[in-house]
């Protein structure tokens, strides 16, 4: 749920006044998450027979809405995510495949999608911020032992 209050900004530099901020960013490294999550579960579709009768059947996920679970699954802040989030992440792929198919509201599909924080907004919304990999630059010596550091401590 975002948070009370005006919109933040993204600046890093912003400037603290006298009383601590109520929420801080969450930082997330900005590299696709790859791990454990939930697979699309086996959808039941209600149909009509023969006879206008509507029963359920199994049926597919819409193409639009596997792309959809693919990316949202794969978003760098998935890693905070506790199980009740996935499920929640779940039961709106539910509600993005029946707005495919013209059956469902858009903004239902909207609220869900602000709630996951799939756009740059929602994410500023949930004080989510991506940030860059930490990398050594090259020729830095990171990991490399100084022998005259090394020598004064235990030389």
């Not at 995510?81 to 903004?107: C, L, N, Y």
């Not at 004080?127 to 990171?142: C, H, L, N, S, W």
């Amino acid at each position: 749920m975002a948070v009370a209050g005006r919109k933040p900004k993204d600046d890093r530099s912003q400037v603290r006044h006298r009383n601590p901020a109520t929420h801080d960013w969450a930082e997330v490294v900005n590299l696709p998450y790859d791990g454990d999550h939930p697979s699309l579960p086996t959808r039941m579709v209600r149909v009509e027979d023969k006879d206008g009768k509507a029963v359920s059947k199994r049926g597919g996920w819409p193409a639009a809405t596997r792309r959809w679970w693919e990316t949202v699954s794969t978003m760098p802040h998935c890693r905070l995510w506790e199980p009740s989030d996935w499920q929640f992440a779940v039961d709106s792929a539910e509600v993005h495949a029946r707005w495919v198919e013209a059956t469902g509201p858009a903004s239902e599909v909207r609220i869900r999608e602000k709630l996951l924080g799939v756009t740059l907004d929602a994410r500023r919304d949930l004080r989510i911020r991506y940030v860059e990999p930490k990398t050594p630059a090259a020729g830095d010596g990171a990991g490399v032992v100084q022998l005259d550091a090394y020598r004064d401590l235990y030389g």
